[in-house]
């Protein structure tokens, strides 16, 4: 089991910035693969970002490549999502989500494939 519990969202003014910190417990950190995912009002939850075990595979949806960046600290057993230049389109409820397989190079950017997912935490990007 992991527990997965996300901090760090709010408002802020298009092309500003906020990190998401995602804290998860019960597994051994670095055995586990992470992602974020993020869900709009009426639209399907979709990949955002995702890290393998030691933070060395990281990948990017397309639409944020360039503004976010997914990072952990297995020592703190926290994964980050930088986001930066906020667009009105950012706005939603953004998701960390655990892998229980300890991937070298490849990533999960499917939701059925995470099975630990935390509480959400809201963005919202004001124009």
């Known amino acids: 089991q992991v527990q997965l519990v996300e901090s760090g969202g709010g408002l802020v003014q298009v092309g500003g910035s906020l990190r998401l910190s995602c804290a998860a417990s019960?597994?051994?950190?670095?055995?586990?693969?992470e992602a974020w995912f993020r869900q709009a009002p009426g639209k399907e939850r979709e990949f955002v970002a995702g890290?393998?075990?030691?933070?060395?595979?990281?990948y990017h949806a397309d639409f944020v490549k360039g503004r976010f960046t997914i990072s952990r600290d297995n020592a703190k057993n926290t994964v980050y999502l930088q986001m930066n230049s906020l667009k009105p389109e950012d706005t939603a409820v953004y998701y960390c989500?655990?892998?229980?397989?300890?991937?070298?190079?490849?990533?999960?950017?499917?939701?059925?494939?995470?099975?630990?997912w935390g509480q959400g935490t809201q963005v919202t990007v004001s124009s």
């Open positions: 019960g597994r051994t950190f670095s055995d586990t693969t």
């Open positions: 890290i393998n075990w030691s933070g060395g595979i990281t």
């Open positions: 989500a655990a892998h229980s397989t300890r991937y070298t190079i490849y990533v999960p950017r499917s939701v059925t494939e995470y099975a630990y």
